[in-house]
């Protein structure tokens, strides 16, 4: 079994940012595709970014120019770089690798 293991969420004030980090227990340099997934009380979860084989990204209209997905295969994390967060940024942010490999999720709170 795969676990996936997401790290670096917190709270911070509107216009900070955050880094978001990713790890597998196989390695995460071993899947072609990793994702950020986020959900908000009330809305439904939302892909925010995904990077794929050759570090081609994929963003959603809501995070393009504001987040940056990366993959260190040196230090076998895929990053979530959160830049100017807004009060709508808040959400508990989940790692996905290969599609289906879940991680627990790491809470982002953004303060006014």
């Known amino acids: 079994q795969v676990h996936v293991v997401e790290s670096g969420g917190g709270s911070v004030q509107a216009g900070g940012s955050l880094r978001l980090s990713c790890a597998a227990s196989?390695?995460?340099?071993?899947?072609?595709?990793v994702a950020w997934y986020r959900q908000a009380p009330g809305k439904e979860r939302e892909m925010v970014a995904r990077?794929?084989?050759?570090?081609?990204?994929t963003y959603a209209d809501s995070a393009t120019g504001q987040f940056t997905i990366s993959r260190d295969n040196a230090n076998k994390r895929v990053y979530l770089q959160m830049d100017d967060l807004k009060v709508d940024d808040a959400a508990v942010y989940y790692c996905?690798?290969?599609?289906?490999?879940w991680g627990q999720g790491t809470q982002v709170t953004v303060t006014s």
């Open positions: 996905v690798a290969g599609y289906s490999c």
């Open positions: 990077i794929t084989t050759g570090d081609k990204t």
């Open positions: 196989i390695g995460i340099s071993r899947f072609n595709a």
